[in-house]
């Protein structure tokens, strides 16, 4: 991984635990971004004007958070940013991969969390009415001493989040290099097709043809398996390619502009703007400043 003087967490989890929790208070975010091959799910409050970093998402973020990250090689950060609380509290919990065996995911009792998983290598934002659910089995966990109840209360917790219809990813997939997982064969041809394709122009007629469907039964099926637009999907999946480039990379903003299949510099600064909240500078000089305080 080549992103720009991030960390390689080494996490306190041994081998012989199936997880690591951590409990703080304090009153301010100081770790630098970073990435582990743990996952980690992460709850803090009163920590309105934070800003969090996954990935190529940067959001400012209420009182409350709860982030699942699964991507081993998705680089994260919470930054103290606009914040002003000296009260913050904070619950991280790491473990492996392993914390459920794959024969177990297998079973259809267990898919919901298999699919959270898969999603969450992106990172997986929670809503305001999962964290209230939440909240009270964290503080149980955070308290229960015996190692067997700790871990049957972990899959509880999983098993509540796997529940949650509103999650919503934080990370581009191209960004994050996540695997794409479908059940449809059609929409995995299509998705495999973009991300081979994304330099190039594409078209709704010749990606209709491909699954043997009409161009509006096509945009329907795709945003209904998706939950996006075509367009929208082809814009992410570039956008993501580009805010790669724009970290590991000395190009031009307009040479990656053209790189990654935008038609001309205004339009990608503008799209970028749009779906970024900042301009490809501003991105470029504020990940770039944010890690060179590690020199």
Known sequence: MDFINSIAEITPLSEKDTFYIAVRKKENFTFPIHCHKEYELTFSENVTGVRR??????????????????????????EQHECKSKEIHEITIQFSSDLIPQSLLEKNQFFPIKRMIERAQKGLCFPLE??????????????????????IKLWE????????????????QSFSNAAIHTDSRR????????????????????????????????????????????SDYIISIRLGHAARLLLETNQSISEISYA???????NF?????????????????????????LL
């Open 157 to 172: 917790i999983l098993y509540q989040l796997s529940l949650c219809e509103k999650s919503r990813t934080l990370a581009s």
């Open 187 to 230: 929409v995995h041809l299509i998705q495999n097709y973009i991300n081979a394709h994304f330099q190039e122009e594409i078209r709704l007629e010749h990606l209709a043809q491909m699954v043997d469907m009409n161009t509006t039964a096509f945009s329907r099926f795709f945003k209904q398996r998706t939950g996006k637009s075509l």
């Open 53 to 78: 970093v996954v990935g190529d998402s940067a959001e400012v973020i209420n009182d409350s958070d709860l982030v699942l990250i699964t991507g081993k090689e998705l680089e994260h950060a919470w």
């Open 260 to 266: 990654c299949g935008f038609n001309n510099l205004s």
């Open 130 to 151: 999962t964290i209230k659910k939440i909240r009270p089995l964290l503080l149980e966990l955070a308290k229960e001493e015996d190692g067997f109840y700790a871990t």
């Open 269 to 293: 600064n503008r799209l970028f703007k749009k779906y970024r909240n900042c301009t490809p500078k501003e991105f470029k000089h504020t990940y770039t400043n944010k890690n060179s305080n």
